[in-house]
């Protein structure tokens, strides 16, 4: 115990100091803080969008599985709860959405501003008598009180218009006074929430109050669907973090009794952990000095990268003999754990500078960590080693060695497995590379399959395709937009469109609005083409005067601007087609039913707006980085290679190092490939830290071995790494989260291949008795 108390007390300094260096770091969890900037106006416009557009804050949410009037009675309760809550901006299940309510009140009051049935002939007598033949029959309908309400106000049916342009495509019915789905027993409720949709811990208090306000009323059998980016946000973050935390738990069991079996030391452990503990306190700092926040999941993955740490004091305990000195053991060992610390190091510096800031921030993490680990076990370590005197329990039986070392014979076989690999490459036409955004999404496809459904009942735009009009105010935008309409109508006739949505048709800009006004007669010429229209019609005399009143009234109002709109549904509305971003002003046009996107794309391009297939746009940012990625990668590899020149000075033994590593990284993107796997930015990150285990395998196979004991020692030490790389990453590849899955399939993979290959490469098959070169 005396000899291991120096051992827990560095233990317990490193422990709280990264526990101290946790607790003051800023952690977020807001997923846009991983996206990057985009390289074109258009994808910065995208991600910007994606971080704090109005549709990112947009919850949808259903309740289905009881009986109507029970889901209408819970949509209410639920809608009150909501909204006494304070976290949200606006939440609609449809209620108060009468004639008569506050909103409709102000389109009604503007109706012949807002609408484009407002025209000069629209008033002329014998249109005004087609307009009163049609209320006749309304009268004789159910909508009577309706008609008798607003129709003998607005005979041209102008609010009818504006309503229609307002409800878009939705198929929403209302009953019992809420909204419900078009072809279903399905309430429907529409939030947005003050935070943003992409932050994940924000997003926890707004589901915690879904949840709490649907289970204080719900009645027996009924179900909650809740969809949206802030719930894709917010339950992405929650599955990772569940799923790191449990297998982290048990990886690290697994490690703690490998560890155990392999050194019989608790001392051992403790020592080992030293490393990697300071590793992970320094690497969080770092990060934080230089970005000013670390994120959940860069901490997260972080410390999975820094697995690799790991083997640097496991080679070192592994390697000493027992009572040896420490310069002994380093004498032996330190150029080759010299060179695979800064190969890997070089490795892993590509994700510094991808301009990805979720991969800047892990390669920051992970450059970080192993340069602290490898420090600490260099100049730390040793001392607590010696005065402890830890050593394997066994080195491993020579014997043996060279039984397993007889394999070495199967080398050309091994590259003829190699040259097959490459060759399967090459017919194939390469590795498949996915640019698909929806690749790196953890979100489940059934999850957004639910969303694109809701979406589409309740009338939620989901732009796939959209044209983008720029302006420096609110007024350009709209008169851009007003020059598109005829041709937007000529496609939507010849059936290359089903439809559009598009700010214009809801707020015409300032000009058009004044024209509309100047387009209505005068009170006394509009009294008498009305008694004109009515002669020989069953209504009173004065039936129309409030008519007659309204648009004399209208007469004399200035134009609706967007800033009149205060009432926040209209506002959200039109927020999601109009808005401004850093001065500058944006219009969206989103059409429904695309049938030929080349004669949509000409038609907006020739009106001055832009075209932009949202898939493809993503897909291209993702291109981009993954490009970026791959080309410092390799600058990267470079560099390595460099290294192991200057520090081995013997062309023959990098030769086996690279090939060794090569070898490993073909065989294993073969292997993904032939497996349907399409690599992403995901497989590259994992492929850099299996190019790192590969480094030290393959350094510590190629170096100078004295004995056969030594070789003994060192195929056993490596052993031991291979086991607790595949112990941590194996259970990643067991996970149902994609990305996990990635990750772990694509690290067991590549870190079985590169021992094999370490092995077998590295170093030439030795005689007994003979050091090796």
């Known amino acids: 115990m005396k000899r291991g108390a120096p051992i827990a007390f560095i233990l317990v300094l490193a422990v709280l100091l990264t526990g101290l260096v946790l607790a003051r770091v800023t952690v977020r969890t807001d997923i846009a803080d991983l996206l990057p900037q985009g390289q074109t106006e258009t994808a910065r416009f995208m991600l910007n969008e994606l971080r704090s557009g109005s549709a990112a804050n947009l919850i949808l949410i259903g309740l289905q599985g009881a009986p109507q009037d029970a889901l209408a009675k819970l949509s209410q309760t639920m809608t009150a709860r909501l909204r006494q809550s304070g976290l949200f ?50 009268l004789q309908t159910s909508a009577a009180p309706l008609v008798s309400q607003f129709g003998l106000r ?52 707004v589901a915690a109050v879904i949840d709490a306000a649907f289970a204080s009323g719900a009645p027996p059998g009924a179900k909650l669907l809740v969809s949206g980016p802030p719930t894709f946000a917010q339950q992405a973050a929650h599955s990772i973090h569940r799923d790191v935390a449990r ?52 901490l997260g993955f972080g410390m999975t990268m820094l697995g690799v740490s790991i083997d640097y004091p496991v080679l070192l305990v592994g390697h000493r003999k027992q009572g040896e000195p420490a310069p002994d053991t380093l004498h032996r060992i330190g150029r080759a754990f010299t060179l695979a610390v800064l190969a890997a190091v070089l490795g892993l510096t590509s994700m510094l500078v991808t301009g990805f800031p979720g991969l800047s921030q892990l390669g920051l993490f992970a450059v970080v960590g192993l340069l602290v680990a490898a420090a600490v076990t260099r100049w730390l370590l040793p001392w607590l080693i010696v005065r402890a005197d830890l050593a394997p329990a066994s080195a491993g ?50 999850a957004l399959a639910l969303d694109a459904e809701m979406r589409a009942e309740i009338g939620a735009p ?30 939507q006739e010849t059936g290359a469109l089903e439809g559009t ?3 214009a048709r809801l707020l015409p800009s300032a000009a058009t609005q004044l024209a509309r006004r100047a387009a209505l007669p005068e009170p006394e010429e509009l009294a008498a083409r009305v008694s004109a229209a009515q002669q020989g019609l069953p209504f009173r005399a004065n039936a129309f005067q409030p008519f007659i009143d309204d648009v004399a009234a209208t007469r004399a109002l200035p134009p609706v601007r967007i800033g009149d709109i205060t009432d926040p549904l209209i506002a959200a509305r039109l927020a999601s087609l109009l808005f401004q971003r850093n001065g500058v002003w944006y219009g969206l046009i989103i059409p429904a039913g695309v049938k030929d996107p080349a004669s949509l794309a000409a038609a907006l391009r020739g009106g001055g707006a832009a075209f932009i297939d949202m898939a493809q746009e993503a897909d291209r940012i993702v291109a981009d980085y993954t490009d970026v990625a791959l080309r410092w990668l390799i600058y990267g590899g470079v560099g390595a290679v460099a290294v192991l020149l200057a520090g081995l000075r013997d062309i023959t033994r990098v030769a086996r190092v690279g090939g060794a590593v090569l070898s490993a990284l073909l065989v294993t993107v073969a292997l993904l490939t032939a497996a349907g796997a399409h690599l992403s930015l995901i497989y590259l990150v994992s492929l850099q830290f299996v190019a790192g285990v590969g480094l030290d395998y393959a350094l510590f196979f190629a170096r100078r071995q004295l004995d056969e004991e030594e070789r003994a020692r060192t195929l056993r030490t490596l052993l031991t790494c291979n086991a607790m790389t595949i112990l941590t990453f194996g259970l990643l590849a067991l996970c149902r989260t994609p990305l996990l899955h990635q990750i772990g399939l694509t690290v067991v993979i590549g870190a079985i291949a590169a021992l094999v290959f370490g092995f077998l490469f590295a170093g030439p098959r030795p005689r007994r008795g003979e050091a090796v070169a």
């Not at 409709?104 to 008033?123: A, C, V, W």
């Not at 007024?475 to 041709?487: D, F, G, I, N, Y």
């Open 397 to 446: 039986d020579p014997v043996t060695l060279l039984r397993i070392e007889r394999l070495r014979a199967v080398r050309p076989w091994a590259a003829a497995c190699c040259v097959a690999c490459a060759g399967y490459l090459v017919l194939v036409g390469g590795p498949h590379w996915d640019s698909d955004i929806t690749s790196l999404s953890p979100v489940p496809r059934a």
């Open 89 to 138: 901006d606006i939440v609609n299940n449809g209620e108060n959405a009468s004639i008569g309510s506050a909103e409709q009140d102000f389109l009604f009051r503007n109706r012949y501003l807002l609408s484009e049935i407002t025209r000069p002939e629209t008033f002329t007598a014998a249109a005004l008598r087609q307009d009163m033949q049609r209320l006749l029959e309304g």
């Open 501 to 503: 949505e598009l700010a």
């Open 462 to 491: 989901e732009p796939g395709q959209i044209g983008l009009d720029r302006g420096d105010s609110a007024e350009s935008v709209l008169q851009k937009q007003e020059r598109l309409l005829p041709a937007l109508a000529r496609l």
């Open 154 to 205: 607005d005979p041209p049916g102008a609010l009818e218009c504006i309503a229609q342009a307002w409800i878009g495509s939705s198929r929403i019915r209302v009953l019992h006074d809420v909204w419900f789905a078009g072809d279903r027993d399905r309430a429907l409720i529409l939030a947005q929430t003050h935070a943003p949709g992409m932050d994940a811990g924000e997003q926890d208090k």
């Open 247 to 298: 297998l982290s738990l048990l990886s690290s069991a697994g490690v703690l009794l490998l560890l155990w079996w392999r050194f019989r030391s608790g001392w051992v452990i403790a020592v080992i952990a030293i490393p990697v503990v300071l590793g992970i306190g320094l690497a969080a700092l770092a990060v934080q000095l230089v970005f000013g926040f670390v994120h959940g999941v860069a």
